[in-house]
């Protein structure tokens, strides 16, 4: 069975930075293109960003370009999300989930691409 669990959340101040890891388990992680997404209190889930099964390619949300990078070490059955220059309005809990299939920003932003969600992990920025 396939799992899939975040870590590496907490508080930071705004300008900060932060780096979230994501291991998959049960399968190995090459086999998924692997998704982030982020929901707010009281806001829906919003795409993050996503990168390839290889880690050749990436796509990332208007919002976060710049400031966010998706890699992975397959090796390690990990994928990172490293947050730069951090705002209050990311604020949110971060989802990792793995996805069978690639595409454009688009594509991926569709959240039933993915088949397996982590339980989340809090990112909290203070002003």
């Known amino acids: 069975q396939v799992q899939v669990m975040e870590s590496g959340g907490g508080l930071v101040q705004a300008g900060g930075s932060l780096r979230l890891s994501c291991t998959v388990s049960g399968r190995t992680a090459s086999t998924f293109a692997m998704g982030w997404f982020c929901q707010a209190p009281g806001k829906e889930r919003e795409f993050v960003g996503a990168?390839?099964?290889?880690?050749?390619?990436?796509v990332y949300a208007d919002s976060v370009k710049g400031r966010f990078t998706i890699s992975r070490d397959n090796a390690k059955n990990t994928v990172y999300l490293q947050m730069n220059s951090l705002k209050p309005e990311d604020t949110a809990v971060y989802y990792c989930?793995?996805?069978?299939?690639?595409?454009?920003?688009?594509?991926?932003?569709?959240?039933?691409?993915?088949?397996?969600w982590g339980q989340g992990t809090q990112v909290t920025v203070s002003s």
């Open positions: 990168i390839s099964w290889s880690g050749a390619a990436t």
């Open positions: 989930a793995a996805s069978m299939s690639w595409g454009t920003r688009d594509f991926m932003g569709f959240d039933r691409r993915y088949k397996h």
